[in-house]
Structure formats: C-alpha cells, structure tokens
C-alpha cells in the first residue's frame, strides 16, 4: 500500500440517466462525518484519474481471482469484480471509502482482455478496424464501516478507423499498449485509432468513471467540489 500524491491533488442495457442517479442512499449524520478513501487497484492510469478530484486517497492492490465464470456476462463480470476488489479491502480497512472499478472490452460476442503480447494486440486491433468496441466498466464504492455498497457499470463505445496493418504495428511498436484492454492507449497515441466515440464519461475509457464516482461520493457525504 503506498499513499497518493496529491496536492489540495455485449454492452450496458442503457438505464438512463435518472437510473443511474435517482434514489441515492440515505446517510446518516455519522456517516458525513468522511471516511478516508482508498482505491483498490494498482493501476497508474487509475491512480492519476482520481487525482483529479482533489482528495487525499491511498491505494492497495487486491487479491482476487479475476476469472470469468461460466455463462457469464460482460456486465455482470465487471460489476462483481468491482464489488469483490473492494470488499477484498475491507478487513484492513474497516472504515474506509473503498473504491473498486473493473473493466473489459467487447467487440461483437467476444470479449477482450488485455493483449500482453505484440501479437495478441496485433489480432485485436485487426478484429477492431473499421468496428464499434464497447468498454464496459464496473464501478462500486463499498463503505466498509457501515457495509453500504453502490455497484453500476458504465459503457463507453469506441468507433475505430479502417486501419492497415502498417499503421497498426506502427502504433503498436511506438506506444506498447500490452497491458490495456482493447490494445491501446486512449491518454495517448491511441486517439489516433479512433474514428469517434460515444459515451456519457470518456474517463471510463482509461478505466475509471469519475462522473458516476462523484455521484457516489456526494451520496456518501463527500464535499466534490
């Protein structure tokens, strides 16, 4: 576990917008008072999006088995994996904001996990070109001290170009996406992929939905701004 530094620092059913943000829990005066936050992962990419919300947090990789289960949705994948990361942190941290987040990608049927080698990333950026990816991303903020808990999962949909398989090794060579869902890095040369995109938070994208997190944080007291 190491703090953060931070200075002051198939698809989701569409559920619409007053699903995703009608009936918060109700918190009680005991809980306002804040918890400290912790984000279950070890992402860098994730780490430096929950920066942007200006709250002192630290991180902790959980132990989990990440292993789909048989017959298993996308969606419902990633929402338990999100709930399961952050319950893995609830014992050492029993009163604590745990926040947990999983994402896959899904292109067609299949489902895309991250490449870990040129040639699995090479074959995914093939099946892509001139298609849709759909990202899916469970979020959930689990309050260990109360076992309050809110799951959702957020789609977020990449268009790719036509791309030959000149300019995908080009990219692929340059950038070395092998530990990102889809084979490539939407912070960086990985725009360049896309012909558009289609989703309520781009941020998602990178793995961590901080519109839909700031809802959950406001319903657990969190002053955002």
Request: with cysteine; charged share 20%; aromatic share 4%.
């Amino acid at each position: 576990m190491q703090p953060a530094t931070v200075k002051g620092n198939s698809a989701c059913p569409p559920s619409g917008a007053a699903a995703r943000i009608a009936k918060q829990p109700q918190i009680s005066q005991k809980e306002i008072a804040v918890l400290p936050l912790v984000l279950a992962s070890s992402s860098p990419y994730r780490r430096e999006l929950l920066t942007r919300l200006r709250l002192p947090f630290i991180w902790s990789a959980p132990e989990i088995d990440e292993s789909r289960q048989p017959d298993e949705s996308a969606e419902t994948l990633v929402r338990r994996l999100s709930q399961e990361k952050a319950q893995a942190l609830s014992t050492t941290h029993p009163e604590h904001l745990i926040i947990g987040s999983d994402q896959v990608a899904v292109l067609g049927a299949q489902i895309l996990g991250k490449p870990h080698t040129l040639e699995r990333a090479r074959e995914q950026l093939l099946a892509a070109s001139g298609s849709s990816v759909t990202f899916l991303t469970g979020l959930t903020l689990l309050n260990s001290a109360t076992g309050l808990r809110q799951t959702d999962c957020i789609p977020f949909t990449v268009h790719f170009r036509s791309l030959t398989e000149a300019q995908i090794m080009r990219y692929l060579t340059t950038e070395q996406p092998f530990d990102c869902a889809g084979s490539f890095k939407a912070e960086g040369l990985g725009i360049s992929l896309f012909r558009s995109t289609e989703g309520s938070d781009s941020n998602s994208l990178i793995g961590l939905p901080l519109i839909r997190l700031v809802d959950m944080l406001q319903a657990s007291g969190v002053d955002i701004p």
